[in-house]
DNA sequence: GTATAATATTAGTATATCCTAATTAAGGTT
DNA sequence: AACCTTAATTAGGATATACTAATATTATAC
């Protein structure tokens, strides 16, 4: 079995290499808070464990073997179902969930796994509209735009909220910005300036930068 | 925060004190499956903590301070009503809970403790009858005598079972004795001999050897 | 009351994970 | 092409937890 903080930099290795092609050191310290040199000594370990989780190239950075993303796939699931179990069962708000959903993640039984997920009906999303993998580790194609994307007048169904930090959640969901809401672009400011965005839910209108509309997702099949 | 190690051993030794008045050295490593030498380093750094949560005395071994007994009736708490959640939410059978809720007891925010003792309904038994310490820590006082100390011809509910291993806990509720059972003591074998015992639920007769009977409970207000 | 058995501790290592400080490699600039 | 900056690695330690083998203490038994 693997060690919950093996499972951590799998985790991350997994979200850099979706999300910028490829895992370096230095982007694996950051989004860890861990130092340089601890994540060179992990990424050495887990390229040598038998089967291999990375392969990994000095000076270069990481990438995850088929194994590996297995593996990551895996801890996924498990951190998305809890996140799920949290908000639906136990009341948690989106904001809430993901530290404490970190820790179960690492605690969790297959069977346990199993049957939150069937207790639940076996979800496809977590809170906040992420993709919840299945047993076999298989992600549903969706295809979505960032609602920076949209232009001025077009109007969409938020899909996905991948912001990381829980006060930016909870600021969204204070100003009805949620998941299935569907809101509108009243207008963007130029120079990389601020969205006015319209929600239909709560009907009031809210200027939001682009680090913030750039992690907001919109369902591309209008 | 506690490591999960170190809650381990405050459970070993709140058991171990409250069974035998004593916690040794061995006895602890015996409970835990650790070598001595491991047992000892430990009691001395526990001992060492601030507050300190045993008392240790070379040669003798460990007694929980107040603090430290309050931390074991914490990770005691959580443990039991993890235990009763696995059960009442999640469809476990009370043989299989036990090593699910060892992982989940080190993983839980007092949060999500608080919710799922609402959720439950703030229960005060886990599903092998074992009191539930409430959120300060403290147990309810309540009486019980052995199914070895009945005599022939006697009868009672049985109100827990502290079998250890999760084989005894299938088995005895195969043949119907489960918590809330009413059974009858119909036989004693004398020299330490087996009890043959019959379960008003299953309507079945069957001799259990005594480190069986002495493990389960019966309500001694009849 | 000394010899022995049982129990506990110390000594010395190992592993997993993290750190800081010092060094080395890669890539871009003039 | 040598230089400088940035990023990554190596060197050297720290902590928490475990182990085995060797030693010390306590309790028991004659």
Redesign the interface.
């Known amino acids: 079995m693997l060690t919950s903080s093996v499972e951590n930099y799998l985790k991350t290795i997994y979200y850099l290499q979706h999300e910028t092609g490829w895992a370096s050191t230095s982007a694996i310290a950051d989004h860890m808070t861990v130092a340089n040199p601890s994540v060179t000594m992990m990424l050495k370990r887990m390229a040598a464990m038998q089967p291999p989780l990375i392969s990994y190239t000095p000076y270069e950075g990481a990438r995850l073997t088929p194994a590996g993303e297995k593996q990551a796939l895996d801890v996924i699931r498990v951190h998305r179902l809890m996140e799920t179990f949290?908000v639906r069962?136990?009341?948690?708000t989106w904001d809430?969930v993901h530290?404490?959903a970190d820790?179960?993640e690492?605690?969790?039984?297959p069977?346990?796994i199993e049957?939150?997920s069937a207790?639940l009906g076996n979800p496809v999303r977590d809170p906040h509209g992420e993709d919840i993998p299945d047993r076999n580790g298989l992600l549903p194609n969706r295809s979505e735009l960032s609602l920076t994307s949209l232009a001025a007048g077009q109007s969409g169904r938020i899909s996905r909220v991948a912001a990381d930090k829980p006060e930016i959640l909870r600021y969204l969901g204070e100003i009805g910005l949620n998941l299935d809401v569907t809101v509108e672009v009243l207008d963007k400011a130029p120079f990389e300036g601020p969205l006015t965005i319209h929600s239909f839910e709560s009907g009031s209108d809210h200027a939001l930068g682009r680090e913030v509309t750039n992690r907001i997702f919109i369902d591309a099949a209008h």
């Open positions: 949290l069962v136990l009341g948690y809430e530290a404490d820790r179960l690492h605690a969790s039984s069977l346990l049957r939150i207790l």
